[in-house]
């Protein structure tokens, strides 16, 4: 039989069928609808949004979209998909809204905002794009589950604060969501919040210096027009009468009468005083049927709202501050979301205060109510005496038994209550992972107390007062070893978050303090006591992961002679704590004699796809020990993907990120900036945030980042030495030179922070200071005490020896460089050899030394053992090749062959001090082959622009007899080559972002700085040259604003 | 493949492949309905595992997918047929997420009768009732999908359907909308009934298979399935 056939006979008679037809056509009522399929709805929407998902069901609809929850068949996870309604499809202004939401849910990169993964376009061509499959519930179920407003108060104070923060941040980046809501807010299984449906989001052109421009978010509506809401238009109003109703009972005023130009920031802020005035009170602001709803939103007829908040009971610091968010007048209300996220912050970490003191309060009523309890056994074994002589009076007695019985039922009645919510809290807490759990133990520590106190304040009996003394004290020692669980999380981040700044030696110390501090001593526990104490937290596997770091320290840390130290004990602790075959593998390649094909087998593998964070984190780790940044940059990426409110992940693309080839400066500021939005007490995210802002030229920003992680960290060397930096960029000399005055007197200056008061007193013309701190600096970084492994200080001995031998003292350089190379040979890793190496070359050519210059530069080449270092190896055989023709070159006898010989040829020119004729091979170079040169050497055009500008101020061993006109010839060149190098850089076959990265660097090469500042050009080329140059840069700038971004 | 037209044992074998995410999908539409059904009454009064129905209907899936899973090893010839055999992965499934939180029992706050939890006969009962729907709303959806291809008095005959079952319109109200003569209405009515009625007998027949004779059979229990009464087809 087919499906085609006619059936033989009816299935039932008409009563049946119409009771089939009933069900096939009835509607689905709310309650069916709870645990109604998604698919059973009409199918409007596809199965199939793209090849990459496939749709599971329906998550919820909305007036514009419908949210589906599918399967991303490539990374094998489920998303949320929202999708354009079909109705709306032809709609451009509805299309385009939808757009914008999927752009600034893009945009917006915080713990507390849903994550937007990717964009696209149906089949039918309807726009989705996806995000983040929220666990959880949203506050509006959370808040209707309370049986009380007063319940778990607590509890959604914290919440609301997590919200406050989120919203901060977007507006922090110029964006107002205009639709907050408990709906709206998404309360994680962990007790994360997410701030969920930007889908009326708004960029506004105010804000702070992150605002984005509006291109940054797809050209998101900003005209007044675009900002009425769809749930007001009167067209849709009543068939979205419900959203409207939940949207009016949290929106101000300006907003329900649609004065869209008033509507800014503190419309947010009055939707958290509406929000806030739920969690008190137990509704919103506005209740009632939505005509009255709508009226009184209007207007802002607020009086039962105030009066449910003056009688709720709360904290009186948190009725005020929703009575401050509710102010009918925008002007009254405060300035954004991080003014109430500071004042709810503030609040509760008052009421932490209180908390603490009430403890102290609650101790010595302890230990008061035990004297009185000696005292009251006294006077009941008298009682008992007498009324052992009273025995005869049976039934006095008796009477007397009961009513004891009763009174001592009734006062046990709260202290069970107090104890069983107690328990309770500390079951929710054990259930819960850490550090979610903190405060539930420290609400089980502070109900034990209650039932403590309830005890003590009447006459339960002995058994029960002695039992909440014992869960009293058990509970409060429970919340305070997980207090300093914490504390010790905390301090491990603040000591990674310092592991690329403080030397090793320091690193070491801040670790074994740390270590001590908690509980595990080193040099006094053995390795079993050790394993034990730390297995006994929960947070072991994070103290663990401590603990490796410390190897990592340790491995790179010779002891006072310079040998390797042992650092197996550390491991075998590791193990011993966490036993994960994954982890103790990447932790024994550390025993490997070739660490880097061992941890590079590792993450090639199949396993590797599949680690959880802990894991990925050990692994990223590794890679960055071998050098492999790139890829550890990609893993964390991956992993962040799937664990975006980790600080530590956060905060490692943050780092990493500006150590790659190029920086990618934009990616450190995003993500160090959700790594600060974690952890606003850790300095290190902010000092990423600077350097990101000096790299882009946004130099009072950086400032700003600088001076805040150092209000946190005044000691933090190198933040101090950027800010100075920065100041002195920025062109705020004075405040540049208080902050170098800061570095010198620093103990721990950092290398770089050397460098640049080398800098400061060249500029101020004192060469002997300058000297004396290039040879104290060298002395200390090549003493043994610092490490010299890693590009920053490897680079940092280069610049140093070389700034020494510039000031004369070749050969001072040149004996420490090789003192160094001697002492280090054998630990420091290829990359830091090369780098020695190559500095001890150019010093050699520098001294004249050729020959040996030449050995030294193959013995480098002979170091370039990975891709990485091919350029090295070819830019070290070209400066050989150049040294050993020099001399000829310079007499006319020789001539290079090749673009690559005249690359090779003109810089090692330039690099001794022959400018003139580094400018004319840079000129027959590129006269003769442009693109042979260009593509010999992608920066050989910068670097031809630099021997340009030393021509033309006059700088070089031969450029005395050079006239006036040569001299404004060469920086006419130069501004013709940089203009060239900008053309090239906008080519369609130029990498996305090239242009962008030169227009960056030509803004902060220090090369240049004299043709940026008009007095110094003009002083040097001339007023129609410096105007000139002018122009050029007011160019640069102007590009800048519309480059692609990398 | 072609969702619409393929037997329940189709679709399970199709979607058993490693390989058959689109067979997968269909699958998962298909079937969703009773499971969430299911998993829904039988997490009556438990808060915590109320939250959770969505994330079980997902394992049920997840369950059947995987390789080596339950649909790999599903056997036509069992008793009860297919939906036997969906409720048994269902109902393993429940008892380990119910395993997995044992303590749920202590937060339930049961709030009246319809927060009491169900036992197994009833729970088998919720589970058939939404396949009954589920196989009555897809008989609807066959219908509408046919009338789309056919003329308009097709569609006509379906939203005739829809106003009197989804709206409680009365014949003679819908006549007077349409502005047609109301015995002429009651007439497409007659016919949209038998047109239903087809389509209804090929979702039983590609659903459960068999003769003429049981396809009718499984038609008629499915009025008592729906009550909450029989056994499922």
């Known amino acids: 039989m087919t499906a085609s056939d006619p059936p033989p006979t009816k299935p039932g008679d008409d009563a049946e069928l119409d009771r089939l037809l009933a069900a096939a056509f009835a509607r689905p009522s709310p309650s069916a609808e709870a645990v109604a399929p998604a698919p059973d709805r009409p199918l409007d929407e596809p199965t199939d949004v793209s090849d990459r998902y496939v749709v599971l069901g329906e998550l919820g609809r909305g007036g514009v979209g419908v949210v589906l929850r599918g399967r991303d068949r490539e990374l094998e996870r489920d998303v949320a998909i929202k999708v354009l309604r079909p109705e709306h499809a032809a709609h451009e202004a509805l299309s385009a809204r939808f757009v914008a939401e999927a752009r600034i849910g893009g945009h917006l990169e915080h713990p507390g905002t849903v994550p937007v993964y990717e964009m696209g376009r149906t089949k039918d061509a309807r726009p989705y794009f996806t995000m983040k499959l929220v666990q959880g519930r949203t506050l509006a179920s959370l808040l209707a589950a309370r049986a009380d407003p007063a319940d778990e108060r607590a509890r959604f104070v914290a919440i609301f604060e997590q919200v406050c923060h989120a919203v901060a941040y977007a507006h922090s980046r110029g964006v107002i969501h205009r639709d907050l809501k408990p709906a709206n807010v998404m309360v994680g299984a962990f007790g994360e919040v997410q701030v969920a449906d930007w889908g009326l989001a708004k960029v506004v052109g105010v804000g702070t210096e992150e605002a ?43 907003q329900a009468r649609g004065e869209v130009e008033r509507v800014d920031a503190r419309a947010d802020v009055f939707s958290l005083g509406a929000l806030l005035c739920e969690i008190l009170t137990g509704a919103p602001p506005y209740v009632g049927d939505i005509t009255t709803v709508f009226e009184h939103a209007r207007v802002g007829r607020l009086d039962d709202a105030l009066a449910r908040l003056d009688r709720c009971g709360a904290d009186a610091e948190l009725v005020a501050l929703a009575r401050a968010c509710l102010a009918a007048d925008p002007a009254a209300r405060p300035r954004d979301a991080r003014d109430v996220a500071t004042s709810v912050s503030a609040h509760r970490a008052a009421l932490g205060e209180r908390a603490r003191a009430a403890e102290i309060a609650a101790a010595a009523a302890t230990a008061k109510a035990g004297e009185e309890r000696r005292a009251r056994r006294l006077t009941t074994a008298l009682a008992l005496t007498i009324v052992a002589a009273l025995l005869i009076f049976g039934a006095a007695w008796l009477k007397s038994e009961r009513d004891q019985r009763l009174r001592q039922e009734t006062a046990a009645r709260p202290v069970r209550d107090a104890l069983a919510r107690a328990r309770t809290l500390a079951q929710d807490a054990a259930a819960m992972a850490a550090p979610a759990n903190l405060e539930r133990w420290h609400d089980a520590a502070a109900a034990a107390r209650q039932a403590s106190d309830a005890a003590h304040s009447g006459d339960p009996g002995e058994a029960i007062t002695q039992e909440a003394d014992a869960e009293a004290a058990r509970l409060t020692a429970a919340a305070a070893e997980r207090d300093r669980d914490q504390a010790m999380a905390i301090e491990i981040g ?40 730390i297995r006994a937290s929960e947070r072991a596997i994070e103290i663990a992961q401590g603990i490796f770091g410390w190897i990592r320290t340790r491995a790179a840390l010779p002891d006072a002679h310079g040998e390797p130290r042992d650092f197996r004990r550390f491991l075998a602790v590791c193990d011993g704590v966490d036993p994960d075959p994954w982890r103790t593998k990447i932790r024994m390649s550390l025993l490997d004699r070739d660490m880097r094909r061992s941890i590079l087998a590792i993450a090639d593998g199949p396993a590797a796809r599949d680690f959880d964070l802990t894991t990925t984190l050990f692994l990223g780790f590794m890679l960055v020990q071998v050098e492999e940044y790139g890829r550890a940059l990609d893993l964390f990426r991956a992993m962040w993907l799937k664990a975006p409110a980790d600080y530590v992940l956060s905060i490692e693309i943050g780092e990493w990120s500006t150590s790659v080839d190029p920086p990618r400066w934009s990616d450190a500021l995003a993500y160090a900036t959700a790594a600060a939005s974690i952890e606003p007490e850790i300095p290190a995210p902010f000092v990423v945030m600077g350097r990101a802002h000096d790299a882009l030229c ?20 190198l933040a101090r030495t950027w800010l100075a930096l920065a100041l002195f960029r920025g062109g705020d000399d004075e405040g540049a030179a208080q902050e170098f005055a800061r570095v010198a007197a620093m103990a721990d200056r950092p290398p770089a922070g050397e460098l640049a008061l080398v800098d400061d007193a060249l500029r101020r013309g004192d060469a002997a200071a300058a000297h004396a701190r290039l040879v104290a600096a060298l002395d200390h970084l090549g003493s043994g005490e610092v490490n010299l492994d890693g590009e920053e200080r490897s680079r940092d001995w280069g610049d140093l020896a070389l700034r020494l031998a510039e000031s004369g003292d070749a050969a001072g350089a040149l004996e420490r460089t090789e003192a160094v190379i001697r002492r280090f040979n054998l630990l420091s890793r290829p990359w ?6 190559v500095t001890r070359a150019e010093l050699l050519l520098g001294s004249g030394r050729l020959d040996e210059a030449v050995a030294a530069f193959d013995r480098a080449a002979a170091l370039a053992a990975d891709e990485r270092l091919v350029r090295g190896r070819a830019e070290a055989a070209g400066l050989a090749g150049a040294a050993r023709h020099f001399e000829a070159l310079s007499s006319g006898e020789w001539e290079p062959a090749s673009a690559a010989e005249f690359v090779a040829s003109a810089r090692y020119a330039q690099q001794q001090q022959s400018s003139a004729l580094a400018f004319d091979l840079w000129r027959r170079a590129f006269e003769g082959d442009l693109q042979g040169a260009r593509a010999a050497d992608p920066s050989a055009r910068v670097d031809a622009v630099h021997a340009a500008l030393s021509v033309a101020a006059g700088e070089g061993a031969d450029v005395q007899g050079l006239t006036e006109g040569a001299r404004r010839h060469a920086s006419a060149t130069a501004r013709v080559w940089l203009a060239d190098e900008m053309r090239a850089r906008t080519q369609p076959e130029a990498p996305r972002g090239a242009l962008r990265t030169a227009l960056e660097r030509w803004l902060r090469d220090p090369a240049l700085f004299v043709t940026r500042d008009r007095t110094r050009a003009s002083a040097a080329f001339g007023a129609d040259e410096a105007r000139a140059w002018a122009a ?5 700038r102007e590009r800048l604003k519309t480059a692609p971004a990398r | 493949m072609d969702g619409a037209n393929s037997t329940c044992w189709t679709v399970i074998r199709a979607a058993a492949r490693a390989d058959a995410a689109p067979e997968r999908a269909e699958f998962v539409r298909r079937y969703a309905a009773p499971i969430r059904a299911y998993l829904g009454a039988r997490w009556r009064g438990r ?14 899936f997840v369950e059947c997918f995987r390789q080596g899973g339950a649909l790999a090893k599903a056997d036509e010839e069992r008793a009860g047929g297919f939906r036997a055999f969906l409720y048994g992965v269902a109902r393993h499934v429940a008892l380990r997420a119910e395993g997995a939180r044992p303590r749920d029992a202590q937060f339930s706050t049961p709030g009246g009768l319809d927060d009491l939890p169900a036992d197994e006969p009833t729970l088998s009962r919720a589970f058939d009732r939404a396949w009954a729907q589920a196989l009555v709303r897809a008989a609807a959806h066959r219908m509408a999908e ?5 003329d308009a008095g097709a569609r006509r005959r379906v939203e005739l359907l829809r106003r009197r079952f989804s709206d409680g319109a009365p014949i003679r109200d819908v006549a007077r909308e349409w502005g047609v003569d109301a015995a002429r209405v009651h007439h497409e009515y007659a016919r949209a009934r038998d047109e239903f009625r087809a389509a209804l007998f090929a979702v039983v027949a590609l659903e459960c298979g068999g003769t003429a004779g049981e396809v009718a059979r499984q038609c008629a229990q499915l009025v008592q399935l729906l009550d909450g009464g029989g056994r499922a087809p």
Do not use: C
């Open chain 1, 698 to 717: 946004d130099w009072p920003a950086a400032a700003a980042k600088f001076r805040h992680a150092l209000e946190m960290a005044p000691e933090h060397g």
């Open chain 1, 212 to 254: 984005p421009p509006a291109a940054a978010v797809g050209g998101a509506p900003r005209s007044a027009g675009d900002t009425a809401t769809p749930r007001l238009s009167s067209s849709q109003f009543h068939s979205q009468a419900g959203s409207v109703l939940g949207t009016l009972a949290y929106m101000p005023p300006e």
């Open chain 1, 494 to 533: 603040r000591i990674f978050g310092s592991w690329n700044t403080a030397p090793w030696p320091v690193v070491d110390a801040h670790f074994e303090r740390a270590y001590r501090d908690w509980g595990v001593d080193f040099s006094t526990m053995d390795d079993a006591a050790i394993v034990a104490r």
């Open chain 1, 832 to 837: 830091t050899q090369y780098r020695l190496q």
């Open chain 2, 146 to 150: 046919e009338a789309a291809r056919g």
């Open chain 2, 47 to 60: 808060p915590r595992l109320r939250e959770e129905v969505d994330d079980a209907t997902q394992e049920v």
């Open chain 1, 1032 to 1036: 050029t840069f007011a160019e640069i």
